[in-house]
């Protein structure tokens, strides 16, 4: 079986792969990252999550409810910068790949 060209550049490849792995990092970072000062947070200072901030309204309570926003941004910043690098390096590659393939006569039907 001959070989086939590889299709882009290895530094095109590693970039894609550092980028993934980059934005994964900082998704799971922040999501997590809040969830686990909130539950230090909770282990170690109790007296300032129960401490009131207003009409009765925990600290603690505050920083759970904060919870929800604080992942659904991640996701957002997750989808906003995986659409603007991610997606058109992808595409560039997936491109090159196809021209290489045609190229070497292995178009598929």
Do not use: I, N
């Amino acid at each position: 079986m001959p070989s086939r060209p590889a299709p882009g550049r290895h530094s095109d490849l590693r970039e894609l792969r550092v980028a993934y792995r980059r934005q994964r990092r900082v998704a799971t970072f922040t999501a997590l990252g809040y969830f686990t000062l909130f539950l230090v947070l909770s282990a170690l200072a109790p007296a300032l999550m129960t401490g009131t901030v207003t009409g009765g309204l925990s600290t603690g309570l505050l920083l759970g409810l904060c919870q929800l926003p604080v992942t659904c941004l991640a996701l957002v910043l997750y989808e906003r910068t995986a659409r603007r690098r991610l997606d058109p390096l992808a595409e560039r590659l997936r491109k090159q790949a196809e021209l290489a393939d045609a190229r070497a006569g292995g178009g598929r039907p």
